[in-house]
């Protein structure tokens, strides 16, 4: 059984870089699917951040491209998400989940929350 | 990017009730790439529906997925008190960025 786990602060200042790790156990990161950062505003819907693949390919949001980078420690069976310049519009619960390529997304992390305040 | 919208916003039912959620698309999706979501607060998303109609591992089967081109449903024959949650599609055939529905709340009436 798949499991994701999220970890890092969760506060973070203006104009501040959020910084978040998804650990992945029951399963090899190096399998044959895509790994994702997913977010979800206070009370509001889903919105995709962006993927990776083991080998390093990634793809993100348009809307949130210029400010994010997603990485991959293949040793560790980890994934990052690095997102710079945040705002108050930041503020959600971070989802990281996998996904098998034209398919959904079937294993999620349980989600961390992250504030973004002085 | 294909586009997906959900209605209604708000279903109020009671227990025992049938829920028929919809979900369109801006443009035709193929039956393999339309997937749902149910979502209870402080929890994840769990994958429900695949390829339209295909319930994932553990889905009971109170609930049913249907749906071709542009328009595709949701059915929960019989509300139990559990299901009582937020529910979202998503179109997972197109390169991205994916892109979910707005959700569609089942709430006690």
């Known amino acids: 059984q798949v499991q994701l786990q999220e970890s890092g602060p969760g506060l973070v200042k203006p104009s501040g870089t959020l910084s978040l790790t998804c650990s992945v156990s029951?399963?090899?990161?190096?399998?044959?699917?895509?790994w994702s950062w997913i977010r979800q505003p206070p009370g509001k819907g889903l919105e995709w951040i962006g993927e990776?693949?083991?080998?390093?390919?990634?793809n993100y949001n348009p809307s949130l491209k210029s400010r994010v980078t997603i990485s991959v420690d293949t040793s560790k069976n980890q994934f990052s998400l690095k997102l710079t310049s945040v705002t108050a519009a930041d503020t959600a619960v971070y989802y990281c989940?996998?996904?098998?390529?034209?398919?959904?997304?079937?294993?999620w992390g349980q989600g961390t929350l992250v504030t973004v305040s002085s | 990017e294909i586009v997906v919208t959900q209605s209604p916003d708000t279903l109020s039912l009671s227990p025992g009730e049938r829920a028929t959620l919809s979900c369109r698309a801006s443009?035709?999706?193929?039956?393999?790439?339309l997937a749902w979501y149910q979502q209870k607060p402080g929890q994840a998303p769990r994958l429900l529906i695949f390829?339209?109609?295909r319930r994932a591992t553990g889905i009971p089967d109170r609930f049913s997925g249907s749906g071709s081109g542009t328009d595709f449903t949701l059915t929960i024959s019989r509300l139990e008190p559990e299901d009582f949650a937020v529910y979202y599609c998503?179109?997972?055939?197109?390169?991205?960025?994916?892109?979910f529905g707005q959700g569609t709340k089942v709430e006690i009436k």
């Open positions: 998503q179109e997972c055939g197109t390169s991205p960025p994916q892109t």
């Open positions: 443009q035709s999706v193929s039956p393999s790439h």
């Open positions: 390829d339209t109609s």
């Open positions: 990776i693949y083991h080998s390093g390919n990634t």
């Open positions: 989940a996998r996904v098998a390529p034209n398919s959904p997304f079937d294993y």
């Open positions: 029951g399963g090899s990161i190096s399998s044959t699917n895509w």
